[in-house]
């Protein structure tokens, strides 16, 4: 049975950090592509960041030079760190993977979704 468990999310100022973890079981985590997406209130989910098997990347233009992805096939994690927050980045965190090169742009077609990390930036 997949579980996704992401952890990590919170408030913070504009211009702060936050760091998102996810935790994975039930796949063989180091032959798929990873992404973190994310949704916010009335806005469709869009795809944040993401890193295939072999931890080639790909950013969200929005946060290209603030967020890195990163993937420990070890611990079958997938961490997100967010660096300079702004308060568009404020949404629900999700994770999800693909057997494919990279993960989908929008995650239409993925059935299992975990419960996500609320992150809210806000002065």
């Known amino acids: 049975q997949v579980q996704l468990v992401e952890s990590g999310g919170g408030l913070v100022q504009p211009g702060e950090s936050l760091r998102l973890s996810c935790a994975t079981s039930?796949?063989?985590?180091?032959?798929?592509?990873m992404g973190w997406y994310r949704q916010a209130p009335g806005k469709p989910r869009e795809l944040v960041a993401a890193?295939?098997?072999?931890?080639?990347?790909k950013y969200a233009d929005s946060v290209k030079g603030r967020f890195t992805i990163t993937r420990d096939n070890d611990k079958k994690t997938v961490i997100l760190q967010m660096n300079s927050l702004k308060p568009e980045d404020t949404a629900v965190y999700y994770c999800?993977?693909?057997?494919?090169?990279?993960?989908?742009?929008?995650?239409?077609?993925?059935?299992?979704w975990g419960q996500g990390t609320q992150v809210t930036v806000s002065s």
């Open positions: 039930g796949i063989v985590f180091s032959l798929y592509a």
């Open positions: 999800n993977y693909d057997i494919a090169y990279m993960v989908s742009d929008n995650g239409n077609n993925y059935a299992y």
């Open positions: 890193i295939t098997s072999g931890r080639t990347t």
